[in-house]
């Protein structure tokens, strides 16, 4: 239970480091590209197929935030998929 709950909190943080790295590669490409800044970017389907698009790590190396976007994806896989391998380990028996 306790375990669950501390990959919980490790999954939320580093969903909120990965929303927050984004949300300023965001800022930057509209300063770059002189638009406006829109504050619900998220629920933009410009935004959102932008992001899935391949060169996201490329605005993210413009803006400078290329290792912390690598850190905060890395922080989202390491949580998620050791949420899960923690779970299997926690139920074989032995």
């Keep these: 239970m306790v375990r669950g709950l501390v990959w919980f909190v490790l999954f939320g943080a580093a969903s909120l480091a990965f929303y927050r790295v984004n949300d300023r590669i965001v800022w930057d490409i509209c300063r770059r590209e002189r638009r406006p800044y829109p504050q619900a970017w998220t629920f933009s389907p410009y935004w959102q197929w932008r992001t899935i698009v391949g060169g996201w790590y490329t605005d993210a190396r413009r803006a400078g935030l290329l290792i912390p976007k690598a850190a905060a994806t ?21």
Excluded: F, N, T, W
């Design 74 to 94: 890395a922080a989202i896989l390491i949580a998620s998929i050791g949420s899960v391998v923690m779970g299997i380990l926690d139920r074989v028996p032995g």
